[in-house]
């Protein structure tokens, strides 16, 4: 088993910056990838952005250029760095271990509100 927790979240307005964290514990090894998800009221959770073992990373086109994930492998800590949030960032994110399997471990999530 795998348990993640998030912190980080919170109120930010339009053009500010948030970091989000995310702690793994137990059996991480067995973990390929640590992604980022979000749910927003009314949608399908979508993948944010995604970093693998090995340390390549992926992202929504929809945050491309505005956020950043790394890992610290000392610390098993996924972040994401959030900059120039806008309003349509604003939803629940969610933290991911992935399987080579492909399953996911999932995090309780944190709400990040984007509003002025």
């Known amino acids: 088993q795998v348990q993640l927790v998030e912190s980080g979240g919170g109120l930010v307005q339009p053009g500010g910056s948030l970091r989000l964290s995310c702690a793994a514990s137990g059996s991480i090894f067995s973990i390929y990838a640590m992604g980022w998800y979000r749910q927003a009221p009314g949608k399908q959770r979508e993948l944010v952005a995604v970093i693998t073992s090995g340390g390549s990373t992926n992202y929504a086109d929809s945050v491309k250029g505005r956020f950043t994930i790394s890992r610290d492998n000392a610390k098993n800590t996924v972040y994401l760095q959030m900059n120039n949030l806008k309003p349509e960032d604003t939803a629940v994110y969610y933290c991911?271990?992935?399987?080579?399997?492909?399953?996911?471990?999932w995090g309780q999530g944190t709400q990040v509100t984007v509003s002025s």
């Open positions: 991911a271990g992935t399987r080579v399997s492909g399953y996911n471990y």
